[in-house]
């Protein structure tokens, strides 16, 4: 035996599979042409943020607009960053915002698909036999340097203002034998094992991002860990062997990774296969001080997906809205196309921001007021109900103290062809419909009107109401009310001779929208009278009268 394959069967005694082999056993996808596999692929190092949620819906348009494959990958091979619950976090917010997975991780001991393990810790083996593979090439090789010969290294590299790293004369182990390697594996040192690049730093590679265009790099020339020491792959080396057995056509990903790609491209060739196609994602910015700068964790809480949860935005809102600014010719299909799916849009990579979509709060929220503003009542009350039995549990409970009523007063201006657009997220309902649960307190009347003059309308309203008219009627009875009070009953009529009235129809049902809901604008208020039951409207317009 050879002692190249001694030292491979030293490191990998378990490993007897070929990449051969493999290549048998996740064989290429039978899909329609064009058809795009991509995928999700976030490390469980946190909760599910904005960024990760964006990326995760480009890919899901993807892989939708081309008929294509959408899967899961728990890249956790970083046991020290992970954090508990990041995982689970990471999968229901997708879910949450029905980012349906084709295939692919989905809790411990569950996955779809057959091109799994979709976890990374679990496929370990899979990684060795790549491994032993490029090490019985000479593409790879162990390396016993330690954190402190590195370091030395390092700081010499600086002192000669040198390029730093792990390359040419620098890569001290590469000049090691396989019987050398073998002496110092037995003597239990401990090793990584790393590439031997066949890159060269004077020669350029250049690939195609379907996102940012033709890239041009240097090639990679550093012999890069694939294994650490602990036999878990660095993110390179599973990147390259994972996107290549589950065969990803697509590699869809944020561009803090696009300096990596020169290192990517070289271990597909190493390992001999196709390379997927490339598609970096600019990150989410934010407008601050006049400048842009990335959304950041640290210090905007709206980079954290449970925000949205929490103030109660629709998934259906944020959904629309990342589509806004992942193609800027979304708003415009949409307003085109009111009634179609979110999946009849054609999604194009081509079309993403090269410098990075602006992220911007007031645009959500004008967006998410369209959504609400198509849902009907009962979806409304679920969606209160949901949202409020986790963040607001008082009013949640005065909401299932009466239910019917609470329907009724999502139903108020809605599912009629010009609905309100007043609320862009749950967490505006509770205040929104405070009036309704209270008697108003303060009363801001029209500044134009003598307190003598509201207070007769107080008096004479209750003896006409009549809870049963429908909306027309109701208006009508208020403007027969008109002449007695000296106001006029039609508006065009009053400006044409303002002096001769008190004011005209309007301000007098705006006088008693005061005095019903203690606020001058509120959505249809002979809905709100019904609603509000012909006691509780008797006993407010007194109380009003009575705070005059
Ligand atoms: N685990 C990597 C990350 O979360 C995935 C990048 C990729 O999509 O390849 O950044």
């Known amino acids: 035996m050879s002692a190249l394959q001694e030292l491979a069967d030293l490191l990998f005694p378990n490993v007897t599979e070929t990449p051969d082999d493999l290549e048998q056993?996740?064989?290429?996808?039978?899909?329609?042409?064009?058809?795009?596999?991509?995928?999700?692929?976030?490390?469980?190092?946190?909760?599910?943020?904005?960024?990760?949620?964006f990326t995760a819906t480009v890919n899901f348009l993807t892989a939708q607009a081309s008929k294509g494959v959408f899967f899961f990958r728990l890249e956790d091979t970083d046991k020290k960053r992970e954090v508990d619950g990041g995982a689970a976090d990471i999968l229901a917010g997708l879910r949450q915002y029905g980012l349906v997975i084709d295939e692919g991780y989905?809790?411990?001991?569950?996955?779809?698909?057959?091109?799994?393990?979709y976890r990374q810790s679990d496929r370990a083996p899979l990684y060795h036999v790549y491994a032993k593979s490029l090490l019985l090439q000479g593409l790879a090789y162990p390396c016993f340097c330690t954190a402190e010969e590195l370091d030395a290294v390092r700081t010499g590299q600086?002192?000669?203002?040198?390029?730093?790293?792990?390359?040419?004369?620098?890569a001290s182990c590469r000049a090691l034998t396989p019987e050398q390697a073998i002496e110092k594996i037995k003597?239990?040192?401990?090793?990584?094992?790393?590439?031997?690049?066949?890159?060269?730093?004077?020669?350029?590679?250049?690939?195609?991002d379907v996102i940012k265009g033709t890239i041009e790099m240097p090639?990679?020339?550093?012999?890069?860990?694939?294994?650490k020491s602990d036999g878990i792959p660095t993110y390179h080396f599973a990147h390259a062997v994972d996107d290549h057995l589950m065969r990803t056509t697509h590699v869809i990903r944020g561009d803090e990774w696009i300096a990596s790609v020169p290192i990517h491209l070289q271990l597909f060739r190493v390992l001999g296969v196709k390379p997927p196609k490339y598609a970096h994602v600019s990150p989410i910015m934010k407008e601050d001080n006049g400048g842009k700068?990335?959304?950041?964790k640290r210090k905007d809480p709206e980079a954290a997906v449970h925000f949205y949860a929490e103030q109660g935005y629709p998934a259906d809102s944020v959904q629309e809205y990342l589509l806004t600014i992942a193609n800027s010719d979304y708003e415009e299909w949409r307003r085109c196309n009111a009634d179609k799916p979110r999946s009849a849009f054609p999604f194009n990579l081509k079309k993403m921001s090269v410098?990075?979509?602006?992220?911007?709060?007031?645009?959500?929220?004008?967006v998410s007021k369209n959504v609400i503003a198509g849902m009907d009542a009962d979806t409304v009350l679920e969606a209160v109900l949901a949202w409020a039995k986790e963040q607001n549990p008082a009013f949640y409970e005065q909401l299932t103290a009466d239910l019917a009523f609470a329907r009724g007063i999502f139903a108020i201006d809605r599912g009629g062809?010009?609905?309100?657009?007043?609320?862009s997220r749950w967490s505006e309902v509770p205040e929104y419909t405070a009036y309704f649960f209270n008697r108003p307190t303060e009363y801001p009347w029209p500044e134009q009107l003598a307190t003598e003059d509201i207070r007769a309308i107080l008096e004479a309203y209750p003896a006409v109401y009549d809870p049963a008219q429908d909306k027309q009627a109701w208006f009508d009875t208020i403007k027969a009310l008109c002449p007695s009070l000296g106001f006029c009953p039609e508006i065009k009529e009053y400006k044409k001779d303002p002096g001769s009235y008190k004011g005209h129809a309007g301000d007098v049902s705006t006088v008693i929208r005061v005095a019903v809901t203690g606020r001058r604008n509120t959505p249809d208020l002979c809905g709100i009278m019904a609603l509000l039951g012909n006691d509780e409207i008797a006993a407010r317009l007194a109380a009003a009268a009575k705070a005059l």
Request: aromatic content about 8%; proline content about 9%; cysteine-free.
């Open 219 to 227: 090639e990679n020339d550093q012999d890069i860990v694939l294994l």
């Open 187 to 208: 003597a239990g040192q401990p090793y990584v094992l790393r590439l031997r690049s066949p890159g060269d730093e004077s020669r350029r590679v250049k690939f195609d």
């Open 158 to 170: 600086e002192v000669k203002k040198q390029r730093t790293g792990y390359y040419g004369e620098y």
């Open 417 to 423: 062809p010009k609905p309100r657009k007043d609320l």
């Open 355 to 366: 410098s990075g979509a602006l992220f911007d709060l007031n645009k959500l929220n004008d």
């Open 293 to 296: 700068r990335k959304l950041s």
């Open 25 to 53: 056993r996740y064989p290429a996808r039978q899909l329609p042409e064009g058809a795009r596999v991509v995928r999700i692929a976030p490390s469980p190092t946190g909760y599910l943020h904005l960024g990760v949620l």
């Open 106 to 117: 989905e809790a411990p001991g569950k996955e779809t698909g057959s091109y799994g393990p």
